[in-house]
C-alpha cells in the first residue's frame, strides 16, 4: 500500500484517520500531536527540568528520544530519566533503561522499591494479590518517582501514557465501580506533589511502539522489554483490555471516544471542585482516607519520608 502523502510504501495505516503514511510521513504526523498535546497543555515553560519515567521499554524510550528532539535547542530546558526498579523477576533488566539514557546523553537516576520500602512488587503479588498490589505499585511508584524528582530539582514528570492506557484504565474503572479515580486524577507525582505531563496522550499505542522501532536505529536500541505489570495499561486485567481490544478492532474509534470521555468526565469534576479530599495528603478523596494514603499506610515503612 502507498503512502497517501507521497508515493513511498506505507508502514502503518491509521483506521481512525483513513490514512496511510510512509515512515517519514508517519514519524512527521506522530511529532506533530505529540507537540500541539504538550502545546495545547502548556506543559513546556524556560527554567523546566523534565524527567522522563523511563522504565526501559519502548514507549518511555520512544518519549526520551522524542524530547530529546524536542528540547535539543532549548538551553533553558533540562532533560533527564528516572527508573524505579519496582522489584518484578519476570522484568529484571533495567540495564535496558540505562543504555537508553545513555545514548540520548542524560543522565539517569535510578532508584529500587527494596531500597527505598524494603519490599519488592513480587513479594506484595505473593502477599496480597496481584490486583491489590498492581494498586499499591501504582501508589509506592509515584511516591518515589516524586521523592527522586525533587532531590535533583525535577519540575515535571513525563510518562508515555497512551490513549489505549487512559482508555483501558477508564473501561476498568467502569467495569469495577471505582470512576472517581477518573473523576478526580491525581494530576502530581505522589507525595511531592511534582506535575505530570503525557505527551503521547492522544497518540494510540501501536504508533508509540512503531516510533520507538523507527527511531531505534537512530539513538536508541529498543529491544523491548515488557512493561513492568503497574505500567500504563497493563495496570489493567488482562480480560478486561482483551475486551476492550476485541471490540476496538472493529470500532477504530472506541479508544479514542473513552479516552476524551474520561478526560471531560475529570473536567467537569474539576469545575465543580471535589467533594471531600484526604486529611492526610489533601488529594480528592469520596470520604475519609485515601486510595494512595490507605496503601501508604499498609506497606511497612512506606510512609517514612
Ligand atoms: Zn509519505
Ligand atoms: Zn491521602
Redesign the pocket.
Known sequence: MQCDACRREAVIYQPYSGKHLCPAHFLRDFEAKAKHTIRSNGWLHPGDHIAVALSGNAAGAALLVFLKDLTANRRDIRLSAITIDTGISSCPDLMQAQKTAAACGVEWFPCSFAERYGTTMDALVQRDGPQAARCACRVLRDDLLGEIARAHGVTRCAFATTVDDSAGKFFSDLLSGTVERTLFPPGMMGKTRIPGIRPFMDIPEPEVILYAGLRSGETISCNTLPPGPCAGSVSVDADVRAALDTYARRHPATKFALANLAGTLAGIAAARGPPLS?P??G?P?VGG??E??HIRRTVERGTES
Open positions: 484526604c492526610a495528603c488529594e478523596a482516607e485515601c494512595a494514603c
